[in-house]
C-alpha cells in the first residue's frame, strides 16, 4: 500500500521570502502525485499534479514542484510567498493500479509572517 | 459553472443517531469520492462511486455507507454514530474514475460534531 510523509508538520516563513515543504511518498511504481492546499473552513483546493514526463510540474498562485524518483520525492516550491499563502498544504498520493484512492499526507500548516 | 456542492455545511448530532451528507458534483462528473478528514490529519478515503458503482472502499467499518444516484449525486451514511466520527467530511468529484489521468474537485465539506 502507498503511504505519504510530510516530515514538517508547521513552517513559518516572512512574507518575500521562499518556501519549501517537503513530501515522501512510498510507493512501488510511479505514482500520481498532487499537492493541495486548504484555507481554514474550506476544501481542498488543487495546486498542482503530476502524472508523467517533465519532472518539474509549474501550478497555480505560483507554485511548482519537482519529482525525483530517486528520493521518493514530491516537493513543492515557491521563489516569494504572500500573506495569502498561509494554509495548510497537503500531499497525496495515487496508484496506477485499480486502487482509486488518494492517499495523503498529514499536512504542513504554514504560517507567514509580515 | 458550480463546484461540488455538499449540504449540510455544519451539523451535530448525538451518539448512536444516523447522519446523511449529500453531494452534488461538477456537471459532466461521474466519479464522486468521500473522505473522511479529522482535526489535525489528512483526509482519509472512504468509498469511491463510478456511474453508480462502487469502485473503492476505504478502511472503514460497516457502519458507513455510501450510494450514487442516476443524476451522479451522492449520499453518504454514517449509522450508530460515535464521538470519533466527529470530522470533516469531504466530497470530490472527477470526470473519470480517479486518479487515473482526471483530478478531483473537492467541495467545501461538512463539519460533523458528534456529541
Known amino acids: 500500500a502507498q503511504s505519504v510523509t510530510q516530515p514538517d508538520i508547521h513552517i513559518t516563513v516572512s512574507e518575500g521570502a521562499s518556501l519549501e515543504l517537503r513530501c515522501n511518498y512510498s510507493y512501488g511504481a510511479t505514482p500520481y502525485l498532487f499537492w493541495y492546499v486548504q484555507s481554514p473552513g474550506q476544501g481542498l483546493q488543487l495546486l498542482l499534479k503530476?502524472?508523467?514526463?517533465?519532472?518539474l510540474v509549474q501550478g497555480i498562485k505560483g507554485f511548482e514542484a519537482e519529482f525525483k524518483r530517486s528520493q521518493s520525492s514530491f516537493n513543492l516550491r515557491k521563489p516569494s510567498v504572500h500573506w495569502s499563502d498561509a494554509a495548510e498544504y497537503f500531499c497525496?498520493?495515487?496508484?496506477?493500479?485499480?486502487?482509486?484512492?488518494?492517499?495523503f499526507g498529514a499536512g504542513t500548516t504554514v504560517t507567514v509572517r509580515a | 459553472d458550480a463546484g461540488v456542492t455538499q449540504s449540510p455545511t455544519h451539523l451535530i448530532k448525538t451518539r448512536g443517531q444516523h447522519v446523511t451528507l449529500r453531494c452534488s458534483p461538477i456537471s459532466g462528473h461521474k466519479s464522486v469520492s468521500w473522505y473522511q478528514q479529522v482535526l489535525g490529519q489528512g483526509p482519509q478515503f472512504i468509498f469511491q462511486?463510478?456511474?453508480?458503482?462502487?469502485?473503492g472502499r476505504g478502511n472503514f467499518p460497516d457502519r458507513f455507507s455510501a450510494r450514487q444516484f442516476p443524476n451522479y449525486s451522492s449520499e453518504l451514511n454514517v449509522n450508530a454514530l460515535l464521538l470519533g466520527d466527529s470530522a470533516l467530511y469531504l466530497c470530490?468529484?472527477?470526470?473519470?474514475?480517479?486518479?487515473?489521468?482526471?483530478?478531483?474537485?473537492f467541495g467545501q465539506g461538512t463539519r460533523l460534531t458528534v456529541v
Open positions: 462511486y463510478y456511474e453508480k458503482e462502487e469502485r
Open positions: 503530476y502524472f508523467s514526463g517533465d519532472t
Open positions: 497525496a498520493v495515487g496508484t496506477r493500479s485499480n486502487d482509486y484512492k488518494l492517499s
Open positions: 470530490a468529484s472527477s470526470k473519470d474514475t480517479p486518479p487515473v489521468n482526471t483530478e478531483a474537485f
